[in-house]
């Protein structure tokens, strides 16, 4: 097992243990946003691979919005936090940029390259089946392990989040098992089109995005909108981007030929403090709205659960204010 910070779980379970418990509803949260087309259904049936999801939902109802909200506080502390330059004032036209992109900016220094080289794996474009699946799937397979491997070193925002679940007994599994857990639910593919091919996982919808039958569903990440806005600038503002602080940004662009409905993702943030923070409100608060803070702003994380499973995303997603 990773190394934890001992006075850091102490503390949570002081809180657990104390008299500092709230109500699930206790700072009011409630979901002002009408179902968008990222959505999904929540599933009802378990496979024998899903079989460890029963001890979670048994253990969720113990944790309360307090108590996330000092979780998350402790992954975001534990994050390394990116110097990103965005674009001041953006050019109009086609030619409007949200990054700034010039040497002096340097952006592709805080670009994680384990996490870029994992764009190669994969097909925009719903329907198709991903080069994962069959094609390049041992290449895949060991590029996701030496990803994995590389977010889970050190006393950062996974082994946090590790210490954390098993403290409060969401999750009891050794800190090997739990990087299979999260191969699984970021990394195992599924379906998008109704059946037709193997073209989706959680890791490609909500970092990489898709185009699903002309709409651009997904792609909620900082390192993908850089990387696609460099030639041959496949990625352009279509209204100026409005920033939330120092945390998070809504833009609304065109991908290739399709224009995305107003979109929200982090600003700073590495590949593992995301998988972290989706993953502590996906094994939480599914399918609801999950109220976190960083850097004492209280914001909310949307997570849901893929049709008929109860480990895969679907989608997942920061709310704004």
């Known amino acids: 097992m990773a190394p934890m910070k001992n006075l850091t779980v102490s ?3 002081f809180f657990w243990a104390g008299c500092l418990h709230m109500p699930n509803n ?17 599933g009802d049936h378990s496979t024998d691979e899903e079989l460890d999801t029963i001890q979670e939902r048994m253990m969720r109802k113990r944790i ?10 402790e992954i975001w502390k534990a994050a390394t936090v990116l110097e990103v330059k965005y674009a001041r004032k953006p050019n109009e036209g086609d030619k409007r940029m949200l990054f700034d992109h010039s040497p002096k ?13 994992l764009f190669q794996f994969y097909e925009k474009t719903t329907g198709y089946e991903d080069p994962c699946v069959k094609s390049k799937r041992r290449d895949c397979d060991a590029a996701q392990d030496v990803f994995l491997n590389h977010i889970f070193n050190g006393d950062g925002p996974i082994s946090i989040l590790h210490g954390y679940l098993n403290a409060f007994k969401i999750y009891l599994g050794e800190y090997d098992a739990f990087k299979r857990r999260l191969k699984t639910i970021w990394f195992k593919p599924y379906s998008r089109s109704g059946g037709v091919t193997l073209d989706t996982s959680a890791f490609e919808h909500v970092f990489l995005g898709e185009r699903d039958y002309g709409k651009v569903v997904g792609l909620h990440n900082w390192m993908r909108m850089y ?6 600038n496949n990625f352009k503002l279509t209204k100026a981007p409005y920033f939330h602080q120092n945390i998070g940004a809504t833009v609304q662009f065109q991908w290739h030929d399709s224009i995305a409905k107003p979109t929200q993702f982090f600003t700073r943030t590495s590949p593992a403090t995301e998988i972290a923070l989706y993953t502590l409100c996906f094994m939480t608060q599914p399918d609801n709205e999950c109220q976190i803070k960083l850097d004492n702003t209280l914001l909310h994380l949307k997570t849901y659960t893929w049709k008929n499973t109860t480990d895969l995303i679907g989608s997942a997603y920061p709310v704004f204010p």
């Open 105 to 117: 900016a340097n952006n592709d220094k805080a670009v994680d390259p384990l996490f870029k080289n």
């Open 64 to 73: 309360t919005v307090y108590e996330i909200e000092t979780i998350s506080s």
């Open 11 to 13: 503390l949570l379970l």
């Open 26 to 42: 206790a700072h009011g949260v409630n979901s002002q946003e009408e179902k968008s087309d990222e959505e999904v259904a929540v």
């Open 227 to 232: 990387d696609e806005e460099n030639p041959p």
